[in-house]
């Protein structure tokens, strides 16, 4: 399958502060991109969808402030957790997938999130 | 809402045992059902998917899983499971193009 990469795997931060997850396809274009979070012992929530180019739509309940993303090239999206708070500790997932070629979206390893 | 229901949140088999995972849906439009796996460090990998036909589906690896559209159910079966098989699994229904509602998930252990 194809290949999606998430950078950092880990990260810790302060409150307060600012940190930005890379969401990356190596080998293909990805038309829309999809952020998901896992809090411990739950499901995967989508936060928000991103199409290539334009804004991100978030699902109900996700602050856009908060969660910021970018999805400025077909291969590359960000999502940026403003002003973190422990409360924002969770694991953040994304998957990726080509409107015109895919018919199963692919998952990044993930990011886990500890805010300190 | 649209919710996906696993039943089985760990599960621990001896290998060679057989396994079967439920999963049940809410989900009023035309359904396409999935399951994942993620092995432990690993990435969540596509096992296999339902967008219509034989109700019966094969993956990889030896998984299937049935359609049930009159029990919103797309339970997961393997025959004979192997240690490696140890993993967790999740059930998931799409909502829109390629935008997935999950389960919780359930945790297999398999042991030797």
């Known amino acids: 399958g194809a290949v999606v990469s998430q950078h950092p795997s880990w990260v810790i931060c302060k409150s307060g502060t600012s940190v930005k997850i890379e969401c990356r396809s190596l080998?293909?274009?990805?038309?829309?991109m999809f952020w998901y979070r896992q809090f411990p012992k739950q499901s995967l929530m989508l936060m928000a969808t991103?199409?290539?180019?334009?804004?991100?739509?978030?699902e109900q309940g996700v602050e856009k402030d908060k969660f910021l993303i970018n999805h400025a090239s077909l291969t590359l999206s960000t999502l940026t957790v403003t002003s973190a708070h422990p409360e924002d500790s969770s694991f953040y997932i994304c998957?990726?997938?080509?409107?015109?070629?895919?018919?199963?979206?692919?998952f990044g390893q993930g990011t886990r999130l500890t805010v300190v | 809402a649209q919710s996906v229901s696993q039943h089985n949140h760990h599960v621990i088999l001896s290998e060679a045992a057989s396994l079967e995972l439920g999963c049940n849906y809410s989900?009023?439009?035309?359904?396409?059902l999935f399951w994942y796996v993620q092995y432990p460090g690993q990435h969540l990998q596509l096992l296999l998917k339902y967008f219509s036909g034989d109700p019966l589906v094969k993956g990889i690896k030896g998984f299937e899983a049935e359609f049930i559209k009159s029990k919103f159910s797309f339970n997961l079966r393997k025959p004979s499971v192997q240690w490696s098989d140890t993993a967790e699994y999740f059930c998931a229904v799409e909502v829109g193009f390629q935008k997935l509602v999950f389960g919780t998930g359930t945790r297999l252990l398999v042991s030797p």
């Open positions: 080998d293909f274009q990805a038309t829309t």
């Open positions: 998957s990726a997938s080509n409107r015109l070629t895919n018919t199963e979206a692919f």
């Open positions: 991103s199409n290539e180019g334009s804004k991100a739509t978030y």
């Open positions: 989900y009023g439009g035309t359904v396409n």
